[in-house]
């Protein structure tokens, strides 16, 4: 949850369409909702134009163990991670199962430095 400079909380939602490779476009939605009124506000979105390169899906399943990984961006005011303190840049959570196929840890490892930086909720 946000506030504006006014002090009224909003909810922010950002979606993409699809990880475009390099050169191809994706559709980037938008959403922002508040339980109040909030006249004549306007909301701003800054995408830099270059992002850190990142380590491949398969060299952060190489480094947390596992045979499953998602890209993710944490909330740096999420509360429902367990990784703390909460990665600035952009992590991969590699899925790591059991000899029975149950999925029993997520190791987070930064995508930019491949450094493992905690453990959250395994990803069903």
Not at 25 to 40: K, L, R, Y
Not at 81 to 108: H, R
Request: proline share 10%.
């Amino acid at each position: 949850m946000r506030t504006t400079p006014l002090g009224i909380p909003i909810e922010v939602d950002l979606s993409i369409s699809n990880a475009p490779a390099l050169g191809e476009t994706a559709e980037i939605t938008c959403t922002i909702a508040s339980v109040f009124d909030a006249p004549n506000t306007s909301a701003q979105i800054i995408l830099t134009d270059e992002l850190p390169p990142i380590i491949t899906k398969e060299e952060a399943m190489a480094i947390g163990g596992g045979t499953r990984a998602e890209l993710i961006y944490y909330d740096p005011e999420s509360t429902l991670s367990l990784t703390n303190p909460i990665p600035e840049n952009p992590c991969w959570a590699v899925s790591v199962y059991d000899d029975e196929g149950w999925n029993i840890d997520a190791i987070v490892v930064d995508a930019v430095t491949g450094e493992i930086v905690g453990h959250d909720i395994p990803i069903p």
